[in-house]
């Protein structure tokens, strides 16, 4: 059926020698730790390193960047708000300065109810017995009151007179 003693190649068999070979060289790198190499690629490694180092490096730029431009716009914002409360001082000092200039207390029309002397200022409530402001409803002359005093001696002196 199967002939299995075949005489074997030259060829073949020096093939599979290498093959052997090649197997023992193969256990004699896995099995020494001082020279095992399997799965490393030292090409491969040296360019991931420099592929980090160099994305470490723009991100310490950008970063970089993004700090000196936040520092910038710090800066510009406190100059403008400085600016503003200045320019708020200001509005706010002519403000006073027209109010003390152009709107005097008495300058108002309802100053007359404000006037801290304004009862120094008043005229009394009348001058005189025949003064045209007094009607007869205005209560301010009574009969038999003598404003002018003239006969205020007399007649005090006629009623202590009778008794």
């Keep these: 059926m199967y002939k299995l003693d075949l005489p074997i190649d030259h060829k073949e068999a020096a093939a599979i020698e290498r093959r052997r070979k090649l197997e023992e060289d193969r256990k004699s790198r896995i099995f020494n730790p001082k020279f095992r190499t399997i799965g490393v690629d030292p090409e491969a490694l040296e360019q991931q390193h420099r592929d980090r180092s160099q994305r470490e490096e723009l991100e310490k730029r950008r970063e970089h960047a993004f700090a000196a431009d936040a520092v910038r716009s710090d800066k510009l914002s406190m100059l403008l708000q400085q600016r503003q409360e200045r320019d708020i001082r200001e509005l706010n000092m002519a403000m006073n300065d027209f109010r003390t200039l152009h709107q005097q207390p008495q300058g ?32 301010q002359k009574f009969d038999g009151e003598d404003r002018g005093g003239s006969l205020q001696p007399a ?4 009623f202590f007179a009778v008794e």
């Design 155 to 158: 007649l005090s002196h006629c």
């Design 108 to 139: 108002r029309r309802e100053w007359d109810l404000y006037d801290p002397d304004g009862k120094k200022k008043d005229k009394p409530a009348r001058i005189s017995d025949d003064d045209p402001r007094c009607g007869i409803a205005s209560l």
